[in-house]
């Protein structure tokens, strides 16, 4: 059962008193600690805060009074004091940092994720009341902004210092280059005058180390200019196919002091600097489109990351109710079209194989011949804002220039209404088909956990995916962020999205290792603050899935989750190894495996306590719901995060326990990459 606040609609579980004893690592709250939690909605009841929240309490306090020389861990006064302050606005006269932060804040950039260093530019963002957060790790603050637009198509920015700090952001840039996010980078700390002397140790060059990275980037060098420049870089983000923009701010540029706003180069409103037009479809091309389609019997959308971008979500669906077209996603977020439609292919693998048209909306990283599993007979349209890409990897038969939204309004009208009442058979009945299977991977899962004492993925994936979409939590309420490696490929099976960026597609194209914590610190906060399509379920829990691997990476920003209080669980698989471990062996290199193997049963659950947060420890199919149960509601109640440790084994990943590791089909619910 589940509990419900009538002001917020945000739905908990309800704990029973059965549970409340489960297992799980202690978790290290105290009613001192509460008192310092920064003010939050309430989304629990008493009744449910009684199972989960005051049970750790109890169970802190003992621990305490056991060991007087304990000191909890708490929030200082200063971090809820500080987050209260109101914006501080710049106005003239103002510095260079400020000119830009107050660029950002006219822009809407929604969020802002950093480390110390490039002082004067982060403060000045911060003061300026952009929602800005601080973190560990510069690499994984990168991968939160990226988070967060992949899931609300809002612009946010991160910054690091000059030299190694930036060095460290470069594989998270990376992932959101090639996921196509809007993302603005900023970094420096050093001046131009210490240029080629090599003075201190955070020297580096910075736009060439993202040369093949960006979609535009400056080192500036020119103070008065810095208005100019950075409408350079918001042109770059709103317009056209989105890519990170980097820009560069030295010393003598953040610090630069402006008396008035004549001093400015280029100081004009963003009317005048940049257009909100957008390019339509050629009629002609939306004629040869219709012709094409009502030909088919089997036509399919692909749904890419232009769809969200554009927000053209109902007009997406307008067409292809219209027609009776199917739609399979593939971008790095999912939900712009419902998995629980009828027209919905993501989880329909069989019927993807035999589409014969298939168009494509705001596919940006395009696929190579096959990489898709569409049959080497169907056509393709693709509709795409950028005419130099189109034809690009996979020969066209029809390309159309166009805004995304533009196009599918056009089609929309165009289009006549048409039944395809075999078509939506057979669509149902792959996703039953694809449902079957992955019940049948529950079924062996279970026999594999009895028969081993550890928990399967595919039990992970069924349990997750049950407690999110068929309990009496609001199917569509929770954000998750997909990750992980061997995991993924079990808990896509199971993942579901009813709403516009519900799901980040953490591995999508890039396939960096272990951003996941960090994306989770990001779409936390996301939704924290519920911005773009997030907004009706500000507040709620988020939840990610990783692997013992990839939470190496970015587990340290855990401390980030519970500085801010962001209501977030990770689920960890622990199989104790890297998900290729099994290549030692299997490429002949015997001697080799030992790289690829941790120790056994480590306590990430117990890492996670020691940095102010809930940890579960999971070792059977039977505790692993009630882990979650308790998770969420703490997390709903006290915005307390929590890893979920899930002990695996290494040898589910062989041929022994098959399906072993099943292949990511793409496009749809499976794609790893695209």
Known sequence: ?????????????????????????????SKAKTEKIVSRRSFIK?????????????????SAAQDDTHSD?????????TLAEAAKPANFPMTGAQVFAKFCSDEGVAGFFCCPGNYNMINAIAAEGIPSYGGRCEGNMTSAADGFTRVTGEIAATSGTEGPGFTNMIMNIGAANASRTPLLVIASNKTIGEDDTEHGIQTAYQQSQTDGLKKWGKRMITPNRIYEYSAYAFRQLKTGVPKPVHLDF????SGARFEEPGELQYYYDKTRYRTESKAHPNPADISAAVEMIQRAERPMIVASTGVFYDKAWDALLQVAEKNDIAVVESAPQRGHFSDGHPLSASTGLDAIRSADLVILVGQYCMPSIGEFAFGPDARWIRIDPDASDIGRNVPIDLGIVSSEKAALEALADALPSRSRQSWRDELAAARQAFDEQSE???????QYSADTDSI?????????GDFLYANELDREQTTVVSGGYGIGRYTRRYLRAYRPGQICNGAYQYGAIGPDVGYLVGVGAAVQNGVGPQSAYQGAPVLGVTGDAGAAYSIMEFETL???????????????????WGSGAGRGAVRAQHMYLFQENLRYDRIVEALGGNGEYVTSPDQFTPALERSYALAAKEGIPTL????????????QYPPSMPRHIAPGALAYYK
């Open 1 to 29: 059962m589940a509990s419900k606040d009538k002001d917020t609609q945000i739905e908990t579980p309800t704990i029973s008193s059965a549970q409340e004893s489960g297992t799980g690592g202690e978790r290290n709250r």
């Open 46 to 62: 008493g009744t449910a805060l009684a199972g989960a929240g005051a049970a750790a309490m109890l169970k802190t306090e003992q």
């Open 644 to 655: 979920i440790n899930c002990q695996g084994k290494k040898e589910f990943w062989t041929n």
């Open 250 to 253: 030295p010393g003598e540029i």
């Open 440 to 446: 049948e991977y529950y079924r062996l899962g279970l």
């Open 456 to 464: 399967h993925p595919a039990v992970i994936g069924k349990q997750l």
């Open 562 to 580: 519970s500085k801010y209080r962001i209501p977030a669980i990770m689920v960890v698989y622990n199989n104790n190894a890297w998900g290729v």
């Open 73 to 81: 861990i708490r929030i200082p006064d200063e971090i809820p004091r």
